[in-house]
């Protein structure tokens, strides 16, 4: 159907590679004795970069910036290129996808591309743009043969439907890149957002948390109509207006309930929490 990375061989082989990257994945291809890396491995193999970088999760410079282009990503790159349960959750995507005949489509931090592979198989009319600011060679040079696929650093135009997944609970005004994305999503297009607001691994910021109960409040205030979901992600409808102040009240709402709801337990509490969330949210408060 579309080529995958076969081992880890094909990636330590690849051209692109500096000398650094090749040695770093050789290492730990090592560490894994030259099999397929599982998700716990994955994460914890990045928790010990975010460490020895010493990131700080408040504050963004160049140490976030050199844990985004460190090849750990690569190895996770490949992970995900494998791994069974992503290989049909990608699927179940581009079906969707496909439903809606999409001319134009946007994958926002598409990493190495495998979503947007799938998507060109299944919609091979459709244009589709990788959006990727940290993009590798290797990623783009596996996307070269596919004339439909092309990767960006910014949005560009409009598009009829976009999907970000897991990206916004790695970025700092995850609000902010949801508004100016959804502003080149045409009116009554869809976006599919599939996050994950807690503590699985270090790159996922606390600050965000919160967004675990508010996420889809902050959205419907922003002009963003949640409809089904759809695995693990949500899938929105773009209305005819959209407001960032309004988003941003959102949030801090969000923000302020999650602090309550986070210190008592009570069964159900999460949902509560959304409830809650929704209700303020249609109420303004």
């Excluded at 990257?21 to 291809?29: F, I, K, M, N, Y």
Aim: with cysteine.
């Amino acid at each position: 159907m579309y080529p995958l990375i076969s081992d880890l061989n094909f990636i330590l082989e690849h051209g692109s590679l500096t000398d650094e990257e090749r040695e770093w994945l050789s290492t730990a291809s090592g560490q894994l004795h030259n099999r397929e890396p599982l998700l716990s491995q994955i994460h914890q193999m990045m928790d010990e970069v975010w460490d020895e970088l010493n990131c700080d999760p408040m504050v963004n410079d160049q140490r976030i910036a050199d844990f985004y282009s460190h090849p750990v990503w690569l190895l996770n790159g490949f992970f995900i290129g494998q791994d069974p349960q992503s290989r049909q959750i990608r699927e179940t995507f581009a079906e969707w996808a496909a439903s809606h005949s999409p001319l134009r489509i946007a994958d926002i931090g598409g990493g190495f591309g495998y979503l947007a592979l799938e998507l060109s198989h299944q919609i091979p009319t459709a244009e589709i743009d990788i959006i990727e600011p940290y993009a590798h060679p290797l990623s783009v040079s596996l996307m070269e043969p596919f004339g439909n696929i092309r990767f960006r650093k910014k949005l560009q135009g409009d598009y009829d439907l976009m999907f970000a997944t897991d990206v916004f609970e790695h970025l700092w005004d995850p609000v902010t890149t949801a508004y100016e994305s959804t502003l080149h999503l045409r009116k009554g297009g869809f976006f599919l957002m599939a996050n994950a607001f807690k503590a699985d691994i270090l790159c996922h910021l606390p600050q965000h948390f919160h967004f675990y109960y508010g996420w889809e409040s902050t959205m419907r205030a922003m002009g963003l109509r949640p409809l089904s979901k759809l695995l693990y992600g949500r899938i929105y409808q773009r209305q005819e207006f959209v407001s960032i102040i309004a988003a941003k009240a959102a949030a801090a709402r969000s923000r302020k309930l999650c602090n309550f709801i986070e210190t008592v337990y009570f069964p159900g509490r999460r949902k509560t929490g959304r409830l809650l969330n929704e209700l303020f949210t249609r109420m303004r408060l």
